[in-house]
């Protein structure tokens, strides 16, 4: 099974669209988060949860929402789209020492 | 700012020398230090992390720690050419949820 399960997998939209991607953990893990990998590789964080509690949010456009319906999901819903936004957007969960992460999501802006 | 920076690369090492990744960081505060291999197109997994001053040895991977210099690094002995990836270095704060700040990354060529 799946640790950590990140849907859809590729994500090509127009610009001014909202989309979501969604996220899920099998792990009983607390933490939560979403990063955000731009083309150089850098993996940015946006946003963490913690028992479904908003613990950190970075410097990230209000376009971009999290929300966590129970402590096992993350989903990260980002509205009027702009081509800046092309990146693969990361979830991840976390227990301790490791952080858990999902495959990604490569979300392409046209 | 709290940032945490690496080389880019690439790194090119050939088959069976050792491979040098180096990482500073800014926050004296830090507490827990790691290191993540991320394949092209793959996501990042955990390889090594440590928490204390010295060296922490797993394989063939060694990891090295000093704070005083706030530095880190990763040696990989006897280099493959399955090493080959963007190695990230990731620093998580004191204090609160801990909150893992990644690096830039340091792309390893291993050259058969």
């Known amino acids: 099974d799946t640790a950590v399960s990140q849907t859809p997998k590729y994500l090509v939209t127009q610009m001014g669209n909202d989309k979501s991607i969604k996220c899920e953990q099998n792990?009983?893990?607390?933490?939560m988060y979403w990063y955000k990998q731009d083309s150089k590789k850098f993996l940015k964080i946006m946003f963490s949860y913690n028992n479904k509690e908003l613990i950190i949010n970075e410097t990230v456009p209000n376009r971009f929402s999290p929300k966590s319906p129970d402590k096992a999901h993350l989903n990260l819903h980002i509205n009027s789209l702009e081509l800046g936004d092309s990146a693969v957007y990361f979830c991840?969960?976390?227990?301790?020492?490791?952080?858990?992460f999902g495959q990604g999501t490569r979300l392409t802006v046209v | 700012q709290k940032e945490v920076e690496q080389n880019s690369g690439p790194l090119s090492v050939p088959e069976g020398a050792i491979a040098s990744l180096n990482c500073t960081y800014s926050d004296r505060g830090s507490q827990s230090f790691f290191w993540y291999r991320q394949y092209s197109g793959k996501s990042p997994e955990l390889i090594m992390f440590?928490?204390?001053?010295g060296d922490k040895e797993d394989g063939r991977f060694t990891a090295q720690l000093n704070k005083a210099s706030q530095y880190v690094s990763l040696l990989i002995r006897d280099s493959q050419p399955s090493d080959s990836a963007t190695y990230l270095c990731a620093v998580s704060y004191s204090g609160g949820y801990q909150k893992v700040t990644f690096g830039t990354g340091t792309k390893l060529q291993v050259i058969p």
């Open positions: 792990l009983g893990h607390d933490t």
């Open positions: 440590i928490y204390s001053n």
């Open positions: 991840a969960s976390r227990s301790g020492t490791e952080a858990f």
